[in-house]
Protein backbone atom coordinates (compact mmCIF):
# COMPACT_ATOMS: atom_id res chain seq x y z
CA UNK A 1 0.00 0.00 0.00
CA UNK A 2 2.54 2.30 0.54
CA UNK A 3 4.10 2.04 -3.13
CA UNK A 4 1.27 3.98 -4.59
CA UNK A 5 1.46 6.54 -2.48
CA UNK A 6 5.28 7.06 -2.56
CA UNK A 7 4.69 7.06 -6.35
CA UNK A 8 2.18 10.30 -6.04
CA UNK A 9 4.62 12.15 -4.36
CA UNK A 10 7.61 10.71 -5.80
CA UNK A 11 6.98 12.51 -9.38
CA UNK A 12 6.20 16.22 -7.51
CA UNK A 13 9.19 16.20 -5.00
CA UNK A 14 11.73 15.24 -7.64
CA UNK A 15 9.90 17.37 -10.44
CA UNK A 16 10.20 20.43 -8.22
CA UNK A 17 13.77 19.98 -7.64
CA UNK A 18 14.10 19.60 -11.61
CA UNK A 19 12.25 22.52 -11.98
CA UNK A 20 14.42 24.86 -9.96
CA UNK A 21 17.59 23.53 -11.52
CA UNK A 22 16.30 24.21 -14.58
CA UNK A 23 14.87 27.86 -13.78
CA UNK A 24 18.57 28.67 -12.29
CA UNK A 25 20.22 27.80 -15.48
CA UNK A 26 17.67 29.83 -17.35
CA UNK A 27 18.97 32.48 -14.99
CA UNK A 28 22.39 31.96 -15.75
CA UNK A 29 22.02 31.63 -19.51
CA UNK A 30 20.08 34.93 -19.55
CA UNK A 31 23.07 36.82 -17.28
CA UNK A 32 25.45 35.82 -19.57
CA UNK A 33 23.87 37.17 -22.65
CA UNK A 34 23.01 40.59 -21.06
CA UNK A 35 26.02 40.93 -18.76
CA UNK A 36 23.91 42.98 -16.51
CA UNK A 37 22.36 42.16 -13.40
CA UNK A 38 19.23 44.28 -12.82
CA UNK A 39 18.69 43.25 -16.81
CA UNK A 40 18.91 39.77 -15.95
CA UNK A 41 16.96 39.69 -13.01
CA UNK A 42 14.39 41.84 -14.64
CA UNK A 43 14.23 39.74 -17.62
CA UNK A 44 13.61 36.12 -15.39
CA UNK A 45 11.35 37.79 -13.37
CA UNK A 46 8.94 38.38 -16.36
CA UNK A 47 8.88 35.41 -17.74
CA UNK A 48 8.50 33.61 -14.08
CA UNK A 49 5.35 36.12 -13.20
CA UNK A 50 4.32 38.42 -16.17
CA UNK A 51 4.11 35.41 -18.85
CA UNK A 52 1.09 34.28 -16.76
CA UNK A 53 -0.62 37.44 -15.81
CA UNK A 54 -0.72 37.83 -20.02
CA UNK A 55 -2.26 34.75 -20.57
CA UNK A 56 -4.68 35.28 -18.29
CA UNK A 57 -5.58 38.28 -20.03
CA UNK A 58 -5.92 36.39 -23.58
CA UNK A 59 -9.25 35.99 -24.33
CA UNK A 60 -8.43 33.40 -27.67
CA UNK A 61 -8.59 29.97 -26.44
CA UNK A 62 -6.24 28.42 -28.76
CA UNK A 63 -3.91 31.48 -28.33
CA UNK A 64 -4.66 30.81 -24.03
CA UNK A 65 -3.85 27.23 -24.77
CA UNK A 66 -1.13 27.38 -26.49
CA UNK A 67 0.96 30.10 -24.62
CA UNK A 68 -0.27 28.19 -21.82
CA UNK A 69 1.26 24.90 -23.06
CA UNK A 70 4.67 26.43 -24.27
CA UNK A 71 5.75 29.46 -21.44
CA UNK A 72 8.61 28.23 -19.85
CA UNK A 73 6.86 28.60 -16.16
CA UNK A 74 3.42 26.77 -16.78
CA UNK A 75 4.94 24.12 -18.70
CA UNK A 76 7.72 23.24 -16.07
CA UNK A 77 5.03 24.04 -13.31
CA UNK A 78 3.09 21.44 -14.61
CA UNK A 79 5.26 18.18 -13.20
CA UNK A 80 4.16 18.93 -9.89
CA UNK A 81 0.79 18.46 -10.48
CA UNK A 82 -1.20 15.70 -9.29
CA UNK A 83 -4.09 15.99 -11.11
CA UNK A 84 -5.51 13.82 -13.77
CA UNK A 85 -5.04 15.54 -16.75
CA UNK A 86 -3.15 19.04 -16.86
CA UNK A 87 -2.95 20.99 -19.88
CA UNK A 88 0.46 19.24 -20.84
CA UNK A 89 1.81 16.23 -19.63
CA UNK A 90 3.96 16.73 -16.48
CA UNK A 91 7.30 15.47 -18.05
CA UNK A 92 6.38 17.22 -21.24
CA UNK A 93 6.17 20.30 -19.76
CA UNK A 94 9.17 19.62 -18.02
CA UNK A 95 10.41 19.10 -21.46
CA UNK A 96 9.87 22.19 -22.46
CA UNK A 97 11.10 24.45 -19.55
CA UNK A 98 14.83 22.35 -20.30
CA UNK A 99 14.02 23.42 -24.40
CA UNK A 100 14.30 27.16 -22.65
CA UNK A 101 16.87 26.82 -20.49
CA UNK A 102 19.12 24.78 -23.64
CA UNK A 103 17.99 27.89 -25.64
CA UNK A 104 19.28 30.70 -22.99
CA UNK A 105 22.01 28.28 -22.14
CA UNK A 106 23.31 28.01 -26.04
CA UNK A 107 22.87 31.82 -26.61
CA UNK A 108 24.56 32.39 -23.28
CA UNK A 109 27.55 30.57 -24.39
CA UNK A 110 27.50 32.28 -28.11
CA UNK A 111 27.65 35.59 -26.80
CA UNK A 112 30.28 34.71 -24.28
CA UNK A 113 32.55 33.18 -27.02
CA UNK A 114 32.34 36.06 -29.23
CA UNK A 115 32.30 39.15 -26.90
CA UNK A 116 34.59 37.97 -24.16
CA UNK A 117 36.89 35.87 -26.15
Known sequence: ???PAYHATARPAVGSVLYLVLIA???LGLATVMRS???AIGTVLALLYAVPIIVSVVTDPTWHDRIQ???PVSAGLAV???AADPLIG???GLGVLA???LAA???GAITLQRRDA
Open 1 to 3: MLL
Open 25 to 27: LLS
Open 37 to 39: PAA
Open 69 to 71: KYA
Open 80 to 82: QST
Open 90 to 92: PWK
Open 99 to 101: LWT
Open 105 to 107: LLA
